[in-house]
């Protein structure tokens, strides 16, 4: 009865008092033992913050492109890098560090460790072209090549499906035909 508001007791009372259902055998029981009421919450739902929040939208204002370079991997055990650093800082800060102070390490710590992945993927590259290889893929890729390599063969699928074709060809003919009512018309 998730669907009504009230509970199961007062619906049933009015319902038995207006005449519109007869009383039924468990509502004497009922009355004398009503089961318990939690007190409502008044439709405001606090949201949940943690301590670290203030400083991972600091994090984001200082390095906006951390958004969709920095893939946040749902099913994967490292947590994002705007949380590390705001983890750091917190620890810092724990520490007695002025909160500026913090600022700059963790921020300093954070472009230490983006740069040694950097160059720690250039390193393999040249290593497999010096043996012949083809270079490795990228362990650190950007979120956006990511979702990019995954919509590739859609984006391709437009030009050689040939329902894909067809569909757009519609379009091409419809888009043409309510561009000459209009002209005919003289809305145009």
Do not use: C
């Not at 509502?27 to 929040?53: N, Q, S």
């Not at 993927?121 to 990511?146: D, H, M, V």
Request: net charge positive; hydrophobic share 35%; no cysteine.
């Amino acid at each position: 009865m998730s669907y009504m508001r009230g509970d199961l007791l007062t619906k049933t009372r009015k319902l038995v008092k207006g005449l519109a259902k007869p009383a039924p055998t468990w509502l004497k029981a009922m009355e004398e033992a009503p089961p318990v009421t939690f007190p409502r919450v008044d439709g405001k739902i606090k949201k949940i913050e943690m301590p670290e929040d203030v400083y991972v939208k600091k994090f984001f204002k200082k390095h906006p492109d951390s958004l969709y370079h920095d893939a946040i991997k749902i099913s994967g055990f490292d947590p994002p890098p705007a949380r590390v650093f705001a983890w750091r800082v917190l620890e810092l800060k724990e520490q007695a560090v002025s909160e500026d102070y913090a600022l700059a390490i963790a921020d300093f710590e954070y472009r230490k460790e983006k740069k040694a992945k950097k160059k720690a993927y250039k390193e393999l590259k040249e290593i497999a072209r010096s043996e012949g290889k083809e270079p490795p893929p990228n362990p650190y890729p950007s979120a956006i090549k990511e979702i990019q390599a995954e919509e590739k063969k859609y984006v391709m699928d437009r030009f050689y499906n040939p329902k894909v074709i067809e569909i757009a060809n519609k379009m091409k003919e419809e888009r043409d035909m309510l561009l000459q009512d209009r002209v005919a018309s003289g809305q145009w």
